[in-house]
C-alpha cells in the first residue's frame, strides 16, 4: 500500500523525480566505482607490505 502511494506521488510530479533520480543513480555509480577502486588499492597495498 505505501510503495504504491508513493509511486503515485513520484509520477505525480515525474520530471522532477526523473532528474533526482538520475542525479541519485549517477552518485550511487560513482560511490560504487570509489569502493571498487578503494578496495583494489587495499589489496594491492596488502600485497605490497607482504612483498616487503
Not at 522532477?16 to 570509489?34: D, P, Q
Amino acid at each position: 500500500m505505501k510503495t504504491t502511494l508513493l509511486m503515485t506521488s513520484v509520477r505525480s510530479r515525474s520530471q522532477r523525480t526523473n532528474v533526482g533520480s538520475r542525479y541519485l543513480s549517477a552518485k550511487l555509480a560513482t560511490r560504487f566505482i570509489v569502493a571498487r577502486i578503494a578496495a583494489l588499492y587495499l589489496v594491492l597495498w596488502i600485497g605490497g607490505l607482504r612483498a616487503i
